[in-house]
């Protein structure tokens, strides 16, 4: 069984950062692509960043310059620094992977809280 558990939401001002990280665990063979995502109350989940296993990035227009994508292979774990944070990016940011355990499959994590506010 695989799991996928984010950590590093919380409260910030705005202009403020914070650093999710999200690791896998379980019976992986491999891991292929891994992403953040992010739902605001009312609005559609949407793609914030998103990283290959080779290392190749993109970026939601609205965070481009200002979060980081990244990942450590040998740990499982995908990282999303985020910088000069902004009111609306306040939603559940969602981690999200590619990955061959048994089969191949997309796992979720259970969300966790990032809200931008004075």
């Known amino acids: 069984q695989v799991q996928l558990v984010e950590s590093g939401g919380g409260l910030v001002q705005p202009g403020g950062s914070l650093r999710l990280s999200c690791a896998a665990s379980?019976?992986?063979?491999?891991?292929?692509?891994m992403g953040w995502y992010r739902q605001a109350p009312g609005k559609q989940r949407e793609l914030v960043a998103a990283i290959t296993s080779g290392g190749s990035t993109n970026y939601a227009d609205s965070v481009k310059g200002r979060f980081t994508i990244s990942r450590d292979n040998a740990k499982n774990t995908v990282y999303l620094q985020m910088n000069s944070l902004r009111p609306e990016d306040t939603a559940v940011y969602y981690c999200n992977a590619d990955i061959m355990s048994n089969w191949r499959e997309d796992y979720w994590g259970q969300g966790t809280q990032v809200t931008v506010s004075s």
């Open positions: 379980g019976s992986i063979f491999s891991i292929y692509a």
